[in-house]
């Protein structure tokens, strides 16, 4: 796909998401991996539905400004998520209320940010990761997502919002959706004891549909072989 095209579709789904109330005023930002390793952002301290194609920063492979306007200060959380998914075309970091919300709740598993409700949640957004608060653009996220080892496309930043990587730009998108959609679900069922996904269930969507989910254990959660 050509880099115009790409930018194009960056702001695009940025008009989308922005519209659609999933990130408010300035806040969340996308990149897109390009062939030569480099990226395409969003700038820092823009709104995602008023983006200029011409103004999207452009990185080179090794992180450095290029051209277009400042990038975002999240590069660190960005360049975490490429390293260590290798797969990963795109990142959509949101700050979409019910996601940001049930990134507050006290009984979430660090392990497996939701449990496992529908067939589609899990098939987009996968299993999702919590990751303790850290300042919007702390470099030491980027550790933190390191420590992940490339289990997760999903990740939910205590306090601040979901970050979501894919091998393209629409998957992200299409994954972030799935994640505030997962969150809102979560929210309006706590404490009413809902029928989730069974452990088969779970299993089957991973065997039929190839799914890059970290190991399930008899509860549809993942765990380390090793525990």
Known sequence: MSNARLREDICRYGRSLFERGLTPGSSGNISVRLD???WLVTPTNASLGFLDPARLAHLDAGGRHVSGDKPTKE???HSALYETRGSARSIVHLHSTNAVALSMLPEI???AALPPMTP???MRAGQIALLPYYRPGD????DAIRGLAGKYASVLLSNHGPVVASDTL???VFATEELEEG???YLMLRNLNPRYLTPAQVKDLVREFNLDLPIVDDHGHPHDPDD
Do not use: T
Request: with cysteine.
């Open 170 to 172: 629409e998957a992200a």
């Open 36 to 38: 030569d390793g480099g």
């Open 183 to 185: 969150a809102k679900l």
């Open 139 to 142: 470099p030491a996220v980027a």
């Open 75 to 77: 590069i660190p959380l």
């Open 109 to 111: 598993d660090p392990r």
């Open 120 to 122: 589609y949640c899990l």
